[in-house]
């Protein structure tokens, strides 16, 4: 069936009975291709009826279809002319991961961070009254989405506004993890119905316990439950912030859907439309452990089982989280903060060990740094853990505070530099200008999973806010020391000595410079490596040393290079005053940095071994004839 769609308007002339068999191959390429090239299987698995349903009643692209975070848009992409090319999904240069507006007219807002779609939806909405249009407007968001502030920001504006807009509350009880928070507890009683039943009997229960009128007072209250009723509908919450609810609707009954979608059309106000899906639908393995397929990896879709390397080698997020368990255990004061992120964070075993002093505060990473910043006042040391690109959202939060008021905060952010095939929206190569730029923050990257384990701990120690950023993936392999141990703020480490150029590199590109001054020196040219270690404070004394003495310098970031730790080397060599000497940095320029494998993005960035060593060679000029002679006996 499925190979007959070619656009939304071919699913129109479909019937009921075509419909679902849609809905079956969609979901057999969904999981197909997952299965390949990884992906977020389990929350478009849960959509594909209420897509259908969405293409079915409205009219893409005139009527705009606003994913929230867009995970769960395969459904959505295959229906909307991406059929041919879905099996490139996340492969440099094929199908993005995410809606994006530069991929297909049908993807009006680029996603890939969460909370956006319905502040993007009334922005829409409103430009549509602006320039005299008539046309639907629907964002679908997720519950665990609804969680952020923003998302609230957008509520409160619409319902005020009174634009005709349509809202999908995708609802299936989970964030990545089982969902958190008052809103979710309440969407669970609508769902149960409990909140009327249990309010209902609370009511009779106390009345009857007034002697004399109980009885009689309970029969007029049988009257009056009409009138209470509209009070205790299922979705109040919602009424009173100037939205009509409808629902709850069986989010996998196409009939039902369309039906209910069909009647909202009509409607000229702000609706809030509440469907219960179930996450992985239709794909046992993904039902029965959604948070595992949520966003997976290349995997057997017999098995279910993942098909990456299982080698010894730890990740980052892996080592992190064993350290946060040495740490805590060392420290009663240590706690974890998470926001929505628990396993992809690796504090699985940490909230096991330490339930009292692990919150997951839900998608809601600026509540998260400032309730951090609250407990810190208490004398509280929280770790923030919360992707770099994530971090972003909470800027004004480290800034205003955390920095301003000196906290003991620790910011410990996963996915730092290259994220891969996740794309534009997942890289974390802005935080080491984003942060070095606020006063008061100590900011530093690991060279190896071992010294992630130490910087933690220094950062855990240093008495005000700390960062620390580490890449997605495997470390580099290297033994791991029992304990960790405080590093000295500000000290660099020398790898290798040179004298023909030096290579100041920080975080994951240490490793790549020093196989490259390897390489260098097979050629004849002696590199000295810098494991530079902090981007904030620098260490100067010994950066202005090296400097000085080989005069050529090749910084090395998995960041952009926009204000990042390159520019700082500069800015540290223009204020000490010295001059003549060469400087070229290597890192992101200006643009996003697109989806593909981490490994194809560092090539092009040339932050691999190759790129350093021949910007380093370049840089280094001609050989020395005495090394040559050395090198060559
Ligand atoms: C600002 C931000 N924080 C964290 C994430 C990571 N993230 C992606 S999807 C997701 C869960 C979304 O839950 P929900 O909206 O209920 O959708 P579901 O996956 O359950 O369908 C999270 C935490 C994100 N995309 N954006």
Known sequence: MLEKINSPADIKLLRQEELEILAEDIRRVIIETCSKNGGH????LGTVELTLALHYVFDAPRDKIVWDVGHQAYAHKLITGRRDRFHTLRKSGGVCGFPRREESIYDVFSVGHSSTSISAAAGIAEAR????????????????????????EGLNWAGDRKKDLIIILNDNEMSISPNVGALSAY??????????????????????????????????????????????????????????????LEGHRLDHLIKMLRNVKEHNRPVLVHVLTRKGKGYPFAELDPTKFHGIGPFNARTGDLTADPGGIPSYTEVFGRTMIQLARENPKVVAITAAMCSGTGLDAYAKEFPERFFDVGIAEQHGVTFAAGMATEGIIPVVAVYSTFMQRAYDQVLHDVCLQKLPVVLAMDRGGIAGDDGATHNGVFDFSYLRSIPNIVVMAPKDENELQHMLKTAVECGGPASVRYPRGKG??????????????????????????????????????????????????????????????????LLSRVAAATG????????????GFGSAVLEMLEAKGLSGIEVKRLGIRDEFVEHATQAEMRRRYGIDEEGIFEAARKLAGPAKPALREVVAK
């Open 129 to 152: 009254c602006l320039k005299g249009e008539s046309y639907k407007v629907v964002a679908v968001i997720g519950d665990g989405s609804m969680t952020a502030g923003l998302a609230f």
């Open 552 to 563: 050529k310098v090749l910084t090395v970031e998995e960041n952009v290079l926009a204000g």
């Open 41 to 44: 299987l389990a929350p478009s």
């Open 187 to 248: 969407l669970n009683e609508i769902m149960t119905g409990r909140r009327v039943t249990r309010l209902r009997n609370d009511v009779k229960q106390f009345l009857r316990g007034i002697p004399n009128v109980g009885e009689q007072v309970v029969k007029i209250s049988r009257q009056a439950e009409e009138a209470l009723k509209s009070f205790l509908t299922p979705g109040a919450l919602f009424e009173e912030l100037g939205f009509e609810y409808v629902g709850p």
């Open 476 to 541: 580099v392999g290297v033994p791991l020391d029992e304990t960790p141990k405080a590093l000295e703020i500000g000290k660099a480490e020398i790898l290798l000595e040179g004298a023909d150029v030096a290579l100041f590199a920080i975080g994951y590109t240490v490793r790549p410079s020093l196989d490259a001054a390897r390489r260098l020196r097979e050629e004849g040219i002696s590199a000295t490596v810098v494991n530079c270690r902090f981007v904030k404070p620098l260490d100067e004394e």
